[in-house]
């Protein structure tokens, strides 16, 4: 039952290529905010640990992979590898800070860390380009075979296929047994040290890892838009990821992809109605989820297979 | 052999002495109680010993190492184990789940990402077995926690702690809250301890202090008041006066 749909979700996901091939560049969008979100479900959803500013591991990938590439290396899965690495080294280096005290320390350090990079990153347009964004990222086709076309079709399966991949392994790591160590964190913070558990290493590990993850989503953002703009370090982007997170359900890896697929259909279809609209109607589908708990969409869905079935 | 030990082990929360120049042997295999009214500093003690809480003064010794500089989960690997007088649980595990994650953490595997909990089956099968041997009905098992009777889920407080197979065992009032229904497996669970386990008991319940304990250290404001085997502690004029509340009498 469970496998078969997940096996629905994947080959839906793959099938919207064909269902809706008008919209190829905005799913390509939208797999890349899922691999995102992941990274922050991760962190946040398996671990318990708060953050405003994961924008910042995004940003640092976009910015690493374009510079790479406008460089003249625009071998796409080098630029990868490069925006994991490099992010993973800021999550470990910026790591001790976030994980000093509590919650509220946690978002203040994690929101100006990437308030900083987002200034550097406007201050120094000689490297960035600055306001004017990134510009003359050269892609060299995808294992040397698949060129990007002007139709994202391309684009469409690459970045499906690195979530793809990428969601494996976060399947694996949290079935593991330090996956089940993250979780007893968040259950209980004060019960692991007294189980034997280094509590700070596991944490150091899991913020480390999803730095690389939302590199990884920053990369394919600009390799996919041969792009980066300021917009790869927002605020917005953190927050939103947040946002995205809680609608689809924490600590549950669909619930990671089903709230990015959702708020990013829900804010394309509702906002060529009217801005107004779409926030409106984002706030009230928020106020209603977090009140019914951290289960958001995916737990709402389960709900509803379980009231079907009895 | 001596199993714990502390100097001169003293504690302030500000400008109160909440422990004071605490002085305690326990030899290995030891039953020993430390008792005291609320507030005596016996929980303040048991932070010192595990590490929760760092000394103002004096050290803390296991098994012959000196242990004083060493974090929680450092002293866990030497040996440590704690129960909690508030229970510290994990409300959404079961308590398969959560013993399993206790076992994986005593066999150092917590760090591995590459193979699902699932595939460390003899681990899950000696959660089992330890649950079993608490007498943990298999639905309760496959239970969440925070839906467990709260007898169950304080007997889950120290299965976590066993699951650690600690050469010493602090118990923090393990009965502290049970009903009586529900107290015998508690008090069982206590009386079943392996003997070879040095155990620190902290109880309020005097009626299993006394069966249970071998020497027994009074405890008031912070300070060692008596110490000695439990015929001994039950005669002293100043036990009574300070910890059951009766005036000394001569
Ligand atoms: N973190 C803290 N900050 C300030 N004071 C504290 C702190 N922890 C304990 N105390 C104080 O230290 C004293 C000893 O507390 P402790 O919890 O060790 O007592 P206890 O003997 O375990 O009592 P009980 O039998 O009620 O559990 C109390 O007066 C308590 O208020
Ligand atoms: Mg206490």
Redesign the pocket.
């Given at each position: 039952m469970r496998l078969a749909l997940e096996a629905a979700f994947w080959l839906l996901a793959l099938a919207s290529h064909w269902l809706l091939p008008e919209q190829l560049p905005l799913l390509g969008q939208v797999w890349i905010v899922a691999l995102f979100v992941l990274s922050l479900d991760l962190l946040v959803g398996f671990a318990g640990v708060l953050t405003l500013g994961h924008a910042a591991f995004f940003g640092l990938g976009a910015y690493a992979a374009g510079i790479l590439a406008q460089q003249g290396w625009g071998e796409p899965l080098s630029g990868l590898l490069l925006a994991a690495l490099l992010a993973a080294l800021l999550g470990l280096v910026t790591a001790p800070l976030v994980l000093h005290g509590g919650d509220l320390p946690a978002l203040m350090v994690t929101l100006g860390l990437s308030l900083m990079l987002a200034e550097a990153a406007n201050k120094l347009p000689g490297i960035t380009g600055g306001a004017d964004g990134l510009l003359g990222v050269e892609m060299w086709p995808v294992l040397g075979l698949f060129r990007f076309d002007l139709f994202g079709r391309t684009a469409f399966f690459y970045a499906l296929a690195v979530l793809f991949l990428l969601f494996l392994l976060a399947r694996l790591i949290t079935a593991s047994p330090f996956g089940l160590a993250l979780r007893g964190i968040r259950g209980n913070a004060r019960r692991m040290p007294a189980l034997g558990t280094p509590v700070r290493a596991r944490l150091v590990a899991v913020y480390a890892l999803s730095a690389a993850y939302a590199g990884v989503a920053g990369a394919l953002l600009a390799q996919t838009t041969q792009f980066v703009s300021l917009d790869a370090l927002s605020f917005q982007r953190s927050a939103e990821g947040l946002l995205m997170l809680v609608l689809g359900g924490l600590g549950a890896l669909y619930g990671a992809l089903l709230g990015a697929v959702a708020f990013t259909l829900a804010h394309h279809i509702l906002s060529e109605m009217s801005p107004l609209f779409w926030q409106f109607w984002i706030g009230v589908a928020l106020v209603g989820l977090a009140l019914a708990g951290r289960g958001g969409l995916l737990g709402l869905g389960a709900l509803l297979l379980r009231r079907g079935r009895a | 052999m001596t199993a714990l030990a502390t100097e001169g082990l003293s504690r302030d929360?500000?400008g109160?002495r909440?422990v004071a120049g605490i002085d305690l042997v326990l030899a290995q295999g030891a039953r020993h109680a430390v008792i005291?009214?609320?507030?005596?500093?016996?929980?303040?003690?048991v932070n010192l010993l595990t590490g929760a809480l760092r000394p103002t003064a004096g050290r803390v010794r296991l098994g012959g190492e000196d242990v004083t500089a060493l974090s929680q989960h450092a002293r866990v690997k030497r040996g440590l184990a704690r129960t909690f007088?508030i229970n510290q649980l994990f409300p959404e595990f079961t308590p398969v789940q959560a013993v399993t994650l206790a076992l994986l953490e005593r066999e150092g595997l917590t760090a591995r990402w590459w193979r699902p909990v699932s595939a460390h089956g003899a681990v899950v099968a000696e959660a089992r077995a330890l649950l079993d041997s608490l007498r943990f009905a298999p639905a309760e098992m496959r239970a969440a926690t925070r839906s467990l009777p709260y007898g169950r889920q304080r007997l889950l407080e120290i299965a976590l702690a066993l699951a650690l197979r600690p050469r010493v065992l602090l118990l923090d009032?393990p009965a502290a809250g049970v009903p009586p229904g529900e107290s015998r497996a508690v008090l069982d669970a206590v009386a079943a301890l392996p003997r070879d386990v040095t155990v620190l008991l902290?109880e309020?319940d005097m009626d299993l202090v006394f069966r249970f304990a071998e020497r027994i250290t009074v405890?008031a404001q912070?300070a060692v008041l008596v110490e000695g085997p439990p015929a001994e502690v039950a005669r002293d004029p100043r036990v009574r006066e300070v910890y059951l509340g009766e005036p000394a009498h001569g």
């Open positions: - | 929360f500000g109160f909440a005291g009214p609320n507030g005596a500093g016996k929980t303040t003690l007088q009032e902290i309020h405890l912070g």
